[in-house]
């Protein structure tokens, strides 16, 4: 039985709550359509938009506009990006001025997909993937002070409390397992004193007692701090600012946030590169990806200075040290369409090899938390469908540093992504509210738009693939149906609903009459030029052990079973249990053949 988009979308509302643990592929084929005027994830997009000109134009205080609630301040924009259908990145943009970018004395009064943001720490992705351009698989594991031998001296004479340097790797400074401190000299509350001593002529001796610390500090100490103050240190300067701090964990233990690390791993990319800070990413990413509208400085001048978002004093947002050695983690500028760009080059492998992509993105450790792992330097956020269960990993890294912020998230189930920048100042003894606001900005549309995404994914496939499927030469047939599947406690997928081969029923010889699920194992840009691969699957899955039902070890056969019993029923080498099917341009199923029985079968028009 094939049903309508509507009827997906009703039916979407009585599947079991938390239903799903599936392969971590995607259960649909990547949806193609964002943009038309009946795609679902158009509709979502409408209605997002529709809220914000609500609640910014009109203040309506509604259901709809409740998430986003004191975010009128913020200056921002959004944009969602497809390889399947590359309209998305121009179509499906939203962009808001607050009242401090209408009434700016510098920079633009408006903004739109070409306004120039300081994205703050979206900067170490940037800096992640110039790394993973330059270096090669063992440059990534050898250790800091085989690359940057200025720290070798402080290894050699370390203090028991200073961090081994000849443990820690690039791979450890990008994946946040190097244990080191979070920001260096430049965070020191030192500074803080000296800063306040001088604005209200008050001793600095009697600021620091008055916090409880120790005035009697140690020379020594604050001239090797004082070099980190330089934002144009050298690597040596750094090395003896930094490389006796003791670390705050032992390297590769748990993931911690460390701006420093990411300091480091942009000396470590212009070493091995030979490049200078500004080349590293204008010869590595920026020109070979098109991304003309990005920077490793603030523009100052026509024409980039008119689109910049300059929101606060000049000196304070926008003009930093030039070539700061803080840039690798938190200093690079750049538009909505060229983080679209960015997104689409990484998820389309254009200056890596497809394995290298594959590999980078995935989970290098675990957070305390079941909803976040991290990779190098991903933020994987575990997106649950709260109507289905679905578990969706969403690749990020953001960014909120100053008076800005920002947002790269890919979604490898859908081949899409968005991209979020934001800005509003905020003096820094007052409340500090811009970036969780951002945030409760990408909760409002993430909510929204990645429902949509696997709500389209589902619709298509109905449409390309679901269907009747036969043989002219021999008695085989099978059909392909939507959500028919006789597994219990699963969620939306195609699924065989009957497959007759040689004349021989094989669900019933092989699969106890139930039937089974089809899954996505490889997408067709993978495959190969006109082919997807599925896979059947046949267990129960929820999410979690406990809301299956079980403990720890017994709830595996119910929560995440089939990554353990996939393949299998293989005949001369093939699997009875793979299905590749062969599409048209536009993914249209043509036909359908099987591993196992090596059968081809041609879809029925």
């Not at 203040?59 to 004191?70: K, Q, V």
């Not at 401090?100 to 720490?121: C, F, H, L, M, P």
């Not at 047939?477 to 195609?494: D, K, R």
Request: hydrophobic residues 40%.
């Amino acid at each position: 039985m094939l049903l309508s988009v509507p009827a997906l979308s009703t039916l979407a509302l009585f599947v079991l709550p938390y239903c799903e643990a599936d392969f971590l592929t995607p259960t649909f084929p990547y949806p193609s359509d964002l943009t038309s005027n009946v795609s679902l994830v158009r509709a979502a997009w409408n209605t997002v938009r529709e809220s914000f000109e609500a609640y910014y134009s009109a203040g309506l205080n509604t259901t709809a506009t409740a998430g986003i609630l004191g975010t009128e301040n913020v200056t921002f924009s959004f944009s969602v990006f497809s390889l399947e259908d590359p309209l998305a990145a121009s179509e499906l943009q939203y962009h808001s001025a607050g009242p401090q970018t209408i009434s700016a004395e510098n920079g633009t009064k408006s903004v739109d997909g070409d306004s120039i943001y300081r994205v703050a720490s979206v900067s170490k992705l940037i800096t992640a993937f110039a790394g993973q351009i330059a270096m090669n698989q063992t440059q990534w594991y050898l250790p800091i002070t085989e690359i940057l031998p200025e720290f070798a001296a402080a290894s050699a004479n370390r203090s028991t409390t200073a961090p081994d340097w000849s443990a820690i790797t690039p791979h450890d400074l990008a994946s946040q397992l190097s244990g080191i401190e979070a920001t260096g000299p430049i965070a020191d509350i030192l500074w803080s004193f000296v800063t306040t001593s001088q604005a209200t002529n008050t001793s600095i001796f009697d600021l620091i007692t008055e916090a409880g610390l120790d005035p009697n500090y140690d020379p020594e100490v604050l001239s090797q701090l004082t070099l980190g103050l330089d934002l144009t240190a050298s690597p040596a300067e750094l090395a003896i600012a930094i490389g006796s701090a003791p670390p705050v964990f032992l390297s590769n233990t748990v993931p911690a946030y460390s701006n420093l690390g990411f300091m480091i791993l942009g000396l470590v990319v212009q070493r091995i590169s030979g490049k200078g800070l500004s080349e590293v990413y204008n010869d590595l990413v920026f020109s070979p990806l098109g991304m003309n509208d990005s920077f490793v400085n603030a523009p100052l001048q026509s024409p980039w200075l008119e689109r910049s978002v300059i929101v606060g004093p000049l000196e304070v947002s926008w003009a930093y040290a030039t070539d700061a050695y803080t840039t690798p983690s938190g200093g690079i500028l750049s538009t909505i369409n060229d983080l679209n760009k960015l997104g689409v080059g990484i998820m389309n492998s254009t200056l890596l090899p497809r394995k290298q992509t594959r590999g980078w993105m995935k989970p290098v450790s675990n957070t305390a938390s079941l909803s976040y792992n991290i990779g190098a330097p991903w933020e994987i956020v575990r997106y649950v469908n709260n109507d289905t269960g679905k578990v969706t990993d969403i690749y990020t890294k953001l960014g909120d540093s100053g008076s800005y912020g920002g947002m790269l998230a890919l979604i490898p189930d859908y081949n899409a992504g968005f991209s979020f920048l934001n800005a509003q100042y905020e003096p820094p003894t007052g409340p500090q509210t811009r970036g969780k606001s951002a945030l409760l900005l990408v909760d409002h549309i993430a909510t929204a738009i990645v429902p949509a995404l696997e709500a389209q994914a589902a619709a298509e496939a109905v449409k390309k693939i679901a269907g009747q499927y036969t043989s002219s030469a021999v008695n085989s047939s099978l059909e392909i149906s939507f959500n028919e599947t006789t597994i219990p406690n699963t969620s939306l997928s195609l699924n065989i609903n009957s497959w007759i081969s040689n004349g021989t029923d094989m669900l019933a010889l092989y699969y106890e009459s139930e039937k089974p699920r089809l899954l996505v194992t490889v997408p067709k840009f993978e495959a190969g030029r006109g082919e997807i691969v599925f896979q059947i699957a046949q267990q129960e899955q929820f999410p979690t052990y406990q809301a299956a039902g079980f403990g720890p070890f017994s709830g595996i056969y119910y929560s995440t079973f089939d990554w353990a019993t996939f393949d299998g029923d293989r005949f001369l080498g093939g699997s009875l249990r793979t299905w590749r099917t062969h599409v048209d341009e536009q993914g249209f199923a043509t036909q359908i053949s099987n591993d196992g029985t090596r059968a081809t079968l041609v879809k029925e028009v």
